[in-house]
T-cell receptor
Framework: DTEVTQTPKHLVMGMTNKKSLKCEQH?????MYWYKQKAKKPPELMFV???????INESVPSRFSPECPNSSLLNLHLHALQPEDSALYLC??????????????FGPGTRLTVL | AQSVTQLGSHVSVSEGALVLLRCNYS??????LFWYVQYPNQGLQLLLK??????LVKGINGFEAEFKKSETSFHLTKPSAHMSDAAEYFC????????????FGQGTILTVHP
């Protein structure tokens, strides 16, 4: 299985809602990533988990809360988002965070719209 | 910090013509370089990567890229474009071997005309 899956595919939420994005991989990868991609822009790194521990937080607002329950799962909890948070949220995984193993495999993304 | 610059936000070619997408990098250390492709409303798919093993890197779907240290370039080429190659292409650099952060260029949209 060489696939990264993400659910849901689309999500519409109000600014007072709480929702979660889910990402799963079964490739035995020990690094997992969340990226945010605005329209017509490249992906921007948000968080990196390495061996189930938060390794990198790119100064992301606290209304985004990542969680890594186990080595195969990565969640992104959303609360009190703003309309400017509407974007495609991409999950990726790699064998390891370091070196040449940093070949990242991406999921299809969750298209988030905040009303 | 390392960075990449993709020259040309849009490239248009005819089917069967050569595809050349340009990427220049900025790095103080030997970089890890990647090319990804993104089809509309989809995630990113790795085309190829450079990790210092060979300067000419062959990837999927007939694409290849050549690492030229003297020119700080990693241009992506394909001898003959196919309609299915129409997509957005991103060049990316790994921030450092131990850091794991990918920094992407601004992307190049490839259009293929019949």
């Amino acid at each position: 299985d060489t696939e990264v899956t993400q659910t849901p595919k689309h999500l519409v939420m109000g600014m007072t809602n709480k929702k979660s994005l889910k990402c799963e991989q079964h490739m035995g990868h020990r690094a997992m990533y969340w990226y945010k991609q605005k329209a017509k822009k490249p992906p921007e790194l948000m968080f990196v988990y390495s061996y189930e521990k938060l390794s990198i937080n790119e100064s992301v607002p606290s209304r985004f809360s990542p969680e890594c329950p186990n080595s195969s799962l990565l969640n992104l909890h959303l609360h009190a988002l703003q309309p400017e948070d509407s974007a495609l949220y991409l999950c990726a995984s790699s064998q390891d965070q370091r070196g040449s193993y940093n070949e990242q495999f991406f999921g299809p993304g969750t298209r988030l719209t905040v009303l | 910090a390392q960075s990449v610059t993709q020259l040309g936000s849009h490239v248009s070619v005819s089917e069967g013509a050569l595809v050349l997408l340009r990427c220049n990098y900025s790095s103080s250390v030997p970089p890890y370089l990647f090319w990804y492709v993104q089809y509309p409303n989809q995630g990113l798919q790795l085309l190829l990567k450079y990790t210092s093993a060979a300067t000419l890197v062959k990837g999927i779907n007939g694409f290849e890229a050549e690492f030229k240290k003297s020119e700080t370039s990693f241009h992506l080429t394909k001898p003959s474009a196919h309609m299915s190659d129409a997509a957005e292409y991103f060049c990316a650099v790994s921030d450092s071997p131990s850091y794991g952060k990918l920094t992407f260029g601004q992307g190049t949209i490839l259009t293929v005309h019949p």
